[in-house]
Nanobody
Framework: VQLQASGGGSVQAGGSLRISCAASGITLRSYTVGWFRQAPGKDREFVTAITWDGKPIFYGDSVRGRFAISRDNNKNTVYLQMNSLKAEDTAVYYC??????????????????WGQGTLVTVSS
């Protein structure tokens, strides 16, 4: 099983970026897929998650209204569209797949499979 996160890079504040999480060895449509991020010197933070059936979708308070998660089952890929980026969004972004109950979808220890992370750097 492999989750491959890609699409990170450098962007100026206010800009947009879309990162991807492509899976092999598992079928993502059978899993809840989450995005987490970790900034230097900080704990890993929940960003967003989408359940196997696409609803509900959860967002962390710091990204709600700016980020959007989606999935393309034909490509076995989940995307994170990030708009109105801020310097504080700078972090390594990780995708993860698991089968948490709805109330636990924000908890990183509920996810079984993790990607290697992709770095997003937002300059002000």
């Amino acid at each position: 099983v492999q989750l491959q996160a890609s699409g990170g890079g450098s962007v100026q504040a206010g800009g947009s970026l879309r990162i991807s999480c492509a899976a092999s060895g598992i079928t993502l449509r059978s899993y809840t897929v989450g995005w987490f991020r970790q900034a230097p010197g900080k704990d890993r933070e929940f960003v967003t998650a989408i359940t196997w059936d696409g609803k509900p979708i959860f967002y962390g308070d710091s990204v709600r209204g700016r980020f959007a998660i989606s999935r393309d089952n034909n490509k076995n890929t989940v995307y994170l569209q990030m708009n109105s980026l801020k310097a504080e969004d700078t972090a390594v972004y990780y995708c993860a797949a698991g089968r948490p109950i709805y109330s636990a979808a924000r908890q990183s220890d509920m996810y079984h499979y993790w990607g290697q992370g992709t770095l997003v750097t937002v300059s002000s």
